[in-house]
């Protein structure tokens, strides 16, 4: 394998940053229904970045579940490493990566928790096998091995503890302050297309790839 060798091109798809909406989240949007359309596989799972509490970033991968009043969620353990970091910084990133759209797109912003009866609504809706191990997972913790979750979920169903929402798992939101458009062109002549929020105003801008 010469990975200095591989050279994929791009350019399948024409992006004409003149005509685009004047809100990111419409645009947004847009490429979001594209990405679903097309059936891409998990084309929902983000890269999500955060910062700890000494500036050090991290990323993992998590799956937007809905976008509401523009603001994107997630679910997770809050006392996870990601949990921990955002508790110290509520700066974060998020990255899509739609490959065969020859697409990406940047969002940052600051994440906040959303109210625990929306957590606890979502919760309810997930399969109940997701919800134990919810339940059985210190999720980011050291384990001996899988078998410690795998146990922790025998002891709970054995004990007939009610499966319910756990108070240090749920879901996130992230406020968009800066979007990036990013659609793959011909000879690394890429078309970039930002969204800052200054004062309430979204200022497009252009940017060389
Ligand atoms: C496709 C995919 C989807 C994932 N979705 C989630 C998710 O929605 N929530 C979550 O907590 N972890 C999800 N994970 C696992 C995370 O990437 C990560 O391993 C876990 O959240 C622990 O991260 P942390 O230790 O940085 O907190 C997903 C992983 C993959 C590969």
């Given at each position: 394998?010469?990975?200095?060798?591989?050279?994929?091109?791009f350019g399948k798809y024409t992006f004409n940053p003149q005509l685009t909406p004047e809100h990111p989240d419409q645009l947004f949007s847009i490429w979001l229904q594209k990405a679903s359309d097309a059936q891409l596989s998990e084309f929902n799972a983000m890269v999500l970045s955060t910062v700890n509490s000494q500036n050090k970033p991290s990323s993992?991968?998590?799956?937007?579940?809905?976008?509401e009043n523009n603001r994107l969620v997630f679910f997770t353990h809050y006392e996870s490493r990601k949990g921990k970091d955002l508790a110290a910084n509520p700066n974060a990133s998020l990255l899509f990566f739609w490959k065969e759209l020859e697409r990406q797109v940047r969002i940052e912003g600051l994440v906040e928790k959303i109210p625990f009866s929306q957590t606890h609504q979502y919760f309810?809706?997930?399969?109940?096998?997701s919800?134990?191990?919810?339940?059985?997972s210190p999720q980011s913790e050291p384990i001996d091995g899988i078998e410690t979750i795998t146990r922790r979920r025998d002891d709970i169903l054995k004990a007939g503890i009610p499966i319910e929402c756990p108070s240090n798992w749920g879901g996130y939101a992230l406020t968009p302050t800066y979007y990036e458009f990013w659609q793959g062109g011909r000879n690394r002549l890429h078309n970039r297309l930002s969204y800052h929020l200054n004062k309430n105003m979204w200022n497009k801008q252009q940017l060389a790839p």
């Open positions: 394998m010469e990975l200095a060798d591989l050279r994929p091109d993992r991968i998590v799956l937007l579940k809905s976008v309810k809706s997930r399969p109940f096998e919800q134990l191990s919810a339940i059985a």
